[in-house]
């Protein structure tokens, strides 16, 4: 009887489901759609039957067993198993997910849930790059930017659950506004709408009517175009990422100085663009650096593949909970 | 036999030396001059000879037994017990220092080295306010800033042992030069001398002709100064308290915001100001957190008695050791 483990990505519109291995092969995916399940209760009885409707198509080939199910939500608490007051999705309040989860699989030996991005860099511990990294940080670049923080093997969530936001750290006094109502967030200069908005305050700089980048409205521009555009030379779309790599790395040093991470890993769309965006970064991290940390830490590409990055790093926490 | 630690804080200037007891009752303290000793090897001879004499002297009058040495010095590897090219000692290139210090001592059960904001911190959570806590941070603000992280209930020291560097990340990009080289660091606006430059940053601005403080040259005027101004109600000198505040406040959401902890202490002589500096770093912090963060974080001053923290908090780096 082979053991897997059930990864959930929990997400506004769409609910991901995956039955992973140990080694972090997807034997079976499907999805749901989030909204369409009513209050809670409902939806997790729904997203129960889905579950078994998966773990019953995969043994028909082989004989498994369900030993863990990893949960990734916005505001997912992992001390309480709860998912807090989350923006997007339709659950109010607070709802105490795990525990009503474990009564659909009262056998199933380990439920967990977190945020996306700390079942991410779980993800990357257990099956990724930062296997056999005692100290490493993932951050996801997105609509937003999440982050997980490793610290002696362990992923990082502080007092109450919630910490590894570094996407809320300020990196420009009185800056840019940000999704969450704040000024000057990382989030609001390096994830994909970030990188929009930089574009525009370019084109706006230089009077740029030959880019590009000019005959697209603000709806319409979105970082695929802007990487397309520098790839073929366009000036503004080449300094997008430039400034991209000058705010992240200043980001980086700061979670560096922190932590002291032995690599701190990228996720997500706009690092598709590869060196375009991590060569300005990691300069610019450098920069900042104190000479102690000044060429010691790697900035690398997430080792996860992107489509089932989500399911496998949810499934990844319940492999760390078994570990325990 | 009573056990005890020996708590060493080596600076730039005077090395102090404690015998602390289990409850951080300091039975006796001494203090050799650090750089009238020559190469690390005299040094270290010559600081074992202090220590054994202290010793000595205590049990004239209760039987002690040393269970650990604890040191605290700029630039010290918790890993390696080495203390790396630190700037302001005489001691050149890396010095093994933990190594060379145990064979002097070798009955001694545990000698550990860190720096002194990280065994602050330390000092914080086995005698301090910390005591329980396992998630928490320490900022020591004087010369410069610097702080210790507590993350699972172990202090933080990263990939390399030098974690906690908190002084250095980035508040105001291209902003005052730090004494590192950096530029807008923490540390250039918070320490004792960062507030004395917002000082005169404030009466360049508001022409401060009648400022208690526009008699003192650059080189004159210091943080209490700025204090006993302010508590007379000198504009100039409050509004310094507000700012330092601002730039602290934004700083530690910043460290909220990777690391969530239960509290962050304060430590250190701008401190003795109380609400003038605690009041404004408390609702500007506030200002800064994600929604969830919000209301949570204590700030508190540190609880170790100024005169004796370093070589405390040193001690309780032994102690800590001997935990293990």
Not at 13 to 31: M, Y
Not at 34 to 47: C, R, V, W
Not at 264 to 292: D, Q, S
Request: glycine share 12%.
């Amino acid at each position: 009887m082979k053991k897997v483990t059930v990864g959930v990505d929990i997400g506004g519109t769409n609910t991901a489901i995956g039955i992973v291995d140990v080694d972090g092969n997807v034997l079976e995916k499907g999805n749901i759609l989030t909204p369409d399940h009513g209050d809670a209760a409902k939806y997790i009885t729904d997203l129960s039957a889905a579950i078994n409707d998966m773990v019953s198509k995969v043994q028909k080939n082989e004989d498994i067993s369900v030993a863990g199910i990893g949960i990734g939500a916005p505001n997912g608490n992992y001390y309480n198993g709860t998912i807090e007051h989350a923006p997007n999705l339709s659950f109010e309040g607070v709802v105490h997910f795990v525990e009503m989860l474990k009564k659909h699989f009262p056998d199933v030996e380990a439920i967990a849930l977190t945020n996306d991005a700390n079942a991410a860099a779980i993800g990357e511990m257990i099956y990724g790059g930062a296997k056999g990294m005692k100290n490493f940080a993932m951050f996801t670049l997105g609509t937003g930017v999440g982050s997980g923080l490793v610290v002696n093997g362990d992923l990082v969530y502080g007092s109450d659950g919630f910490a590894g936001e570094c996407g809320h750290t300020t990196l420009v006094p009185n800056g840019r506004l940000c999704g969450c109502g704040g000024l000057g967030h990382l989030e609001a200069y390096c994830s994909a709408p970030g990188m929009k908005r930089t574009a525009f305050e370019l084109m706006a700089k230089y009077n740029a009517t030959d880019s590009m980048l000019a005959d697209k409205s603000f709806n319409e521009l979105d970082s695929k175009m802007i990487y397309d555009a520098a790839v073929a030379g366009d000036k503004i779309a080449l300094e997008v990422f430039e400034m991209t790599g000058m705010y992240l790395g200043q980001g980086l040093a700061d979670t560096v100085h922190h932590l002291s991470p032995e690599a701190i890993f990228l996720f997500g769309g706009p690092t598709a663009a590869g060196e375009l965006i991590f060569k300005p970064t990691r300069e610019n991290m450098e920069k900042h650096l104190l000479p102690v940390f000044k060429g010691k830490v790697k900035i690398l590409p997430s080792k996860l593949d992107a489509g089932n990055a989500a399911i496998v790093g949810a499934s990844a926490l319940a492999w760390k909970e078994l570990e325990k």
